[in-house]
């Protein structure tokens, strides 16, 4: 199985009842990944050893995702904790960026 699909997939056991894949910053629910985007927490080219870590993914739909990088555009590669400021505090991203 692909990371994107771990990272779907853990999102729907999760917060999705094992019917729909979530938003994790607006809460948008979605039968199919159609609309929806795996982004890593740490980035994919800062830190290596992360990158097929199903844990180092959320799911955002392209509107959520696609403004979180026009806010914080590259300075997001080296600082995980941006992501957590834009979701509000998210337990497991909390968690995870703590390790």
Do not use: Q
């Amino acid at each position: 199985m692909t990371w994107r699909k771990n990272v779907f997939e853990l999102n729907k056991r999760k917060v999705g009842l094992s019917k729909y894949y979530v938003c994790v910053k607006c809460n948008k629910k979605r039968k199919t990944t159609r609309v929806l985007h795996a982004h890593h927490i740490f980035s994919w080219n800062k830190f290596e050893d992360k990158r097929y870590d199903r844990s180092n993914g959320v799911v955002l739909c392209i509107k959520c995702h696609n403004g979180f990088h026009r806010k914080y555009k590259f300075e997001a590669l080296d600082k995980p904790n941006l992501l957590l400021e834009y979701l509000g505090d998210n337990k497991a991203v909390k968690d995870y960026i703590n390790e």
